[in-house]
């Protein structure tokens, strides 16, 4: 009994966490930077310092997306979370903050990723501890 309280738990934890990508302009379409900005490959926790995994450490867009309550806000937009000199607004494809749940679709199709700074290793982001790294076949960020 316990156990499937835990597991009902965990999934539910993970499904929230996966539905934050409806509340955020082209939350399907976050590129993955560690295969280059056209290779196809999305970024799904876009709060997160990991591509695919929801329970990783949030990254500094996650920390504002927490504190504006998961919700698009104007100031969530305008803000620089990952202090690469591009907003929230402009990496996700809508960098006039017209956006809104169940309205328009974004201006733009999402440019960058607004929790990690970009380009990594570049000496706007040299305060950021985190590069990727090839795990088999996925690449990840790595401390
Ligand atoms: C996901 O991240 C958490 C927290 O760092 C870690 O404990 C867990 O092992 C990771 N899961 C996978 C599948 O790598
Ligand atoms: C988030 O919700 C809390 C509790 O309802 C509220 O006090 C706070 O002002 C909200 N923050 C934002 C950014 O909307
Ligand atoms: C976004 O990218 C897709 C696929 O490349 C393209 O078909 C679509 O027109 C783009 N949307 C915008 C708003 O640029």
Redesign the pocket.
Same mark, same amino acid.
């Given at each position: 009994m316990m156990l499937i309280l835990l597991i009902v738990a965990v999934i539910s934890t993970i499904y929230g966490r996966q539905i934050y990508r409806n509340e955020i302009p082209n939350g399907y *379409?976050v590129p993955n930077m560690c295969y280059g900005t056209d290779g196809g490959q999305v970024w799904a926790p876009v709060g997160h310092y990991s591509p695919t995994n929801y329970t990783q450490d949030k990254n500094p867009f996650g920390k504002d997306f927490a504190a504006a309550n998961h919700t698009w806000t104007h100031s969530l937009c305008i803000k620089d979370s990952d202090g690469d000199g591009k907003t929230n607004g402009d990496e996700l *494809?809508d960098p006039h903050c017209r956006w809104s749940k169940g309205g328009d #679709?974004? #201006?733009?199709?999402a440019t960058g990723h607004p929790g990690i700074c970009e380009p990594l290793g570049s000496n706007v982001c040299s305060n950021q501890a985190f590069f990727c790294g090839c795990h088999g076949h996925e690449c990840v960020l790595s401390p």
């Open positions: *379409g *494809g #679709a974004p #201006a733009h199709n």
